[in-house]
Every structure is written in structure tokens, then in C-alpha cells.
């Protein structure tokens, strides 16, 4: 069993941002970050968990600082030959990458869980927080567009995020389990961290393994988010489009409304300051800050922000 005083749900590249600073502002054994796995996929065989590994290549200090994702330096010899062999390579695994999905890939052929594959990969690579799949089923999410059916890689990465999303779906949620011992965290931490991450398509997978949002209502830690619009735009990727096409507002006000029932506390960005007002008139307080992580030191400066809401 596992227990920190602070348990954070993150999906990818926005959440990795605020957990480099938040590791730094508490003790990274005092940290439990419960991952979303609906991205995951099978590549040649391999099983790829892109969210939950973006955070741990950045805690482990070795990721790509440049793109977000992947690892630093890394080379892209594999892919070249499976080009030239004529498979498709849309989805960039450099050749270490490609290392660490062997590695789980073996250690889940083995018999171990997930999430005791991410706890094995986590300590080989020296990451001291608790990182945590949402749950060790299998959920997939699948994005509609229309009449067409895309897995989630093949909407995000192979289609380049173009399509316009009509509806999302969790393949599997309904008999999923959260991960041993998420519950318990959430039950038990002092506060709960909602990163900056994409509302629908990362962190709402995490909410629709029965329990978890029951366990966000019911907890008695206090619940902080970080909008992750700034100035009624996404800083990156398709998160406001797709709030617009699903009827949702795609401005930090629309991220409060999403998180409503359970959100005690949203840190919004000092070009939505207007906004307070509005997001106060649900019950949500809230911080207004420069909430763009440029670097390290700005993404300390608002993960202590997180900390010191109240
Ligand atoms: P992905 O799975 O890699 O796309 O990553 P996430 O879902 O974790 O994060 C994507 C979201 O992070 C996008 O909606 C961005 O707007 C948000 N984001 C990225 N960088 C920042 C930042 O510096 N500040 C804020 N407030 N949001 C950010």
C-alpha cells in the first residue's frame, strides 16, 4: 500500500511540466500520480504507454526537452529499418524508447500488472514518486468524428489531431478497476493536484474508472486544478477545439464547469483574470497567476501555487 500527502491525475506533456516542479516543491515519496492509460497501444507487439511514459522520462530527468516526449538524444535506427521493410512507422519510438517498451512488454508477459510494471520501470530509472496506470484493465479511448471510428494514436499522432471530434468514448471503463491503492490515496492525501492537462482526452479517461470520481467527491483533501487554456486557447494541442465541438466552453471557465463536482480550486493564467467572477459563481475558488511553465523555475513557481491554495 502507498500513501502521499499529495496525489496528482496527469496526462502527458502539460502534467510532466507542473510534475518537474511539484516533485521539487514536496517530497517526491510524498507524491502519487495516478496516469491516463487510454492512449496506450500495441506497436509490433510491443505495449506503448505514451502518458505514463512522458512523466516518468521527465522525473527521471532523461526526456526530450525540446519536443516533451521521448528521450533526450535518442536515435531512430529501429524505425529506419522497419521504413525499409515497408511496416508504418507514423508513431516516432526512438531506439531507447523502444528499449523501456520491452521491457514492460516482457514484464507483463511475465504476469505482472501494469502498474507493477511502471513501479519496476520507475525504480530502475530512479524516479521516486508513485506513478500509477488508472487502472491495470485494459480502457481505450476511441475519438468519433462523424461515422468514423480512430483509435486515440491514430486521431493524435497519425492524423495529426485534424479530425473534428463529434464524441470520445473509454472502450472497457465500465469494467475497469482503478489500480490497486488509488482510492485509498485519494482518501487519505491532503490535496489533490488536477494538472494541466487535456480536460477530455486525458484526464476524463482517469474519471470514468468507476470509483475514482466518487473518490474525488468524497475525499476530504482539497482538490486544486490548473486550467490548461490560457486566453480561451489550449497553449498546445487540440484541447479547445475539441471542448467547442462537444458543446463545452474552451476557456478556463469551461475547465471549471467540467471538473465542477468535485474541484474545490482553480489556478487560471493572469490573461483570464475576468473570468474569476464566473468561475467563483460555481463554488470553485480561485488563484490567478502566470501559469506558463517555460522552464523549470516557472513550473516550481506554480506547483508551489498548487500547493499554497487555499
Ligand atoms: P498530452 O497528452 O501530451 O497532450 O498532454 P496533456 O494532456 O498533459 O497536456 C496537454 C495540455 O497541456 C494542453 O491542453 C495544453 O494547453 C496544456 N499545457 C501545456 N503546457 C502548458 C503550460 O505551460 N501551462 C498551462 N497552463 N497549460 C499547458
Known amino acids: 500500500m502507498f500513501m502521499g500527502r499529495v496525489v496528482a491525475l496527469a496526462g502527458g506533456v502539460g502534467a510532466a511540466k507542473l510534475l518537474r516542479g511539484l516533485v521539487r516543491v514536496v517530497s517526491a515519496d510524498d507524491v502519487v500520480i495516478v496516469g491516463n492509460t ?15 511514459d512522458i512523466v516518468m ?30 511496416f508504418e512507422t507514423w508513431f516516432k519510438l526512438g531506439d531507447s524508447d523502444l528499449a523501456v517498451q520491452m521491457v514492460r512488454t516482457d514484464l ?22 508513485r506513478l500509477v496506470p488508472m487502472s491495470d484493465d485494459s ?13 486515440f494514436q491514430e486521431y493524435f499522432v ?10 470520445v468514448l473509454f472502450e472497457g471503463c465500465d469494467r475497469a478497476k482503478p489500480a ?25 479517461p482517469i474519471l470514468s474508472i468507476p470509483g475514482i470520481r466518487d473518490a474525488l467527491k468524497n475525499t476530504g483533501a482539497y482538490v486544486v486544478g490548473v486550467s490548461p487554456i490560457v486566453g480561451g486557447k489550449a497553449v498546445k494541442g487540440p484541447a479547445d477545439r475539441i471542448m467547442v465541438s462537444l458543446g463545452l466552453e474552451a476557456s478556463a471557465y469551461g475547465v471549471a464547469k467540467f471538473y465542477e463536482d468535485f474541484l474545490d480550486h482553480l489556478i487560471i493564467d493572469g490573461a483570464d483574470a475576468d473570468l474569476r467572477m464566473r468561475i467563483e ?10 501559469t506558463m511553465m517555460k522552464d523549470i523555475e516557472s513550473s516550481v513557481c506554480l506547483a508551489a501555487k498548487t500547493m499554497d491554495a487555499r
Do not use: Q
Not at 526526456?63 to 535506427?77: E, H, M, P, Q
Not at 475558488?285 to 502566470?290: E, H, I, P, Q
Open 38 to 52: 487510454g492512449d496506450d497501444f500495441e506497436f509490433h507487439g510491443l505495449h506503448v504507454s505514451p502518458d505514463l
Open 57 to 86: 522520462y521527465t522525473l527521471a530527468g532523461v526526456v526530450d526537452g525540446v519536443k516533451g516526449w521521448g528521450v533526450a538524444g535518442d536515435t531512430f535506427s529501429c524505425l529506419g529499418m522497419l521504413e525499409r521493410l515497408g
Open 108 to 129: 507483463l508477459k511475465s504476469g505482472v500488472s501494469l502498474s507493477e510494471a511502471v513501479v519496476e520501470l520507475c525504480r530502475l530509472l530512479g524516479v521516486r514518486a
Open 139 to 151: 480502457v481505450r479511448t476511441v475519438v468519433l468524428s462523424g461515422c468514423v471510428r480512430l483509435g
Open 158 to 167: 497519425k492524423r495529426g489531431a485534424k479530425d473534428e471530434v463529434t464524441d
Open 180 to 204: 490497486p491503492g488509488i482510492v485509498e490515496a485519494i482518501n487519505g492525501a491532503e490535496r489533490v493536484v488536477v494538472c494541466p492537462s487535456n480536460p477530455v482526452l486525458s484526464i476524463e
Open 281 to 290: 459563481g460555481l463554488g470553485v475558488k480561485v488563484t490567478v497567476v502566470d
